[in-house]
């Protein structure tokens, strides 16, 4: 079991131990179907999450400007979206450290960080995730499936707790 496969796993455990409903759609998109593909995105149509799904640049109809800090801020820290938006998400790190933003309920997002914290070195890359190096910017092209509470946030041992995170509504389409 490498490395990837065990924090997927472990963190499969966490979340079903949340109680959230992120948790069969995390072992939808586990280990077996990306095998053989290491270092895919997994960017398939057919990955979805709780929080919706990757999004073609194509459907984008908004660029949502996101800056990242050292004071550990997003700036903005609330995003609203109507459910069934495709938007890209553009992330500028301005501190001098790593940052990253990942999508996510707040179940997941706990667990998620708990085991950052267990495992500070560990290294891996989702759809729902950038990792944003200083000075640097990235993007998260992102389809808002479903309606609900989400947020998104850093996971880095230390920003999350510090308060790095920031809040999503999907409201239904009028
Ligand atoms: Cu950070």
């Not at 267990?118 to 499936?145: L, N």
Request: hydrophobic residues 40%.
């Amino acid at each position: 079991m490498n490395l990837q496969t065990q924090r997927r796993a472990l963190l499969g455990a966490l979340v079903a131990a949340a109680g959230a409903p992120a948790a069969t759609a995390l072992a939808a998109t586990g280990p077996a179907s990306r095998a053989g593909a290491p270092g895919s995105r997994g960017e398939t149509p057919s990955e979805s999450y709780a929080w919706g799904e990757p999004g073609s640049p194509k459907a984008v109809t908004r660029t949502i400007e996101i800056a990242m800090s050292d004071t550990m801020r997003f700036t903005p820290d609330s995003l609203a979206f109507t459910r069934g938006e495709t938007v890209r998400l553009r992330v500028r790190n301005r501190g001098k450290v790593m940052h990253e933003l990942v999508l996510g309920t707040q179940a997941e997002l706990d667990a998620h960080a708990a085991l950052m914290r267990k495992f500070p070195g560990m290294k891996h890359h989702e759809s729902y995730m950038v990792h944003v190096a200083p000075g640097r910017s990235g993007e998260i092209v992102w389809t808002f499936s479903r309606a609900g509470r989400f947020r998104f946030a850093c996971l880095i041992a230390g920003h999350y707790s510090a308060g790095m995170v920031g809040d999503i509504e999907v409201s239904e389409r009028r």
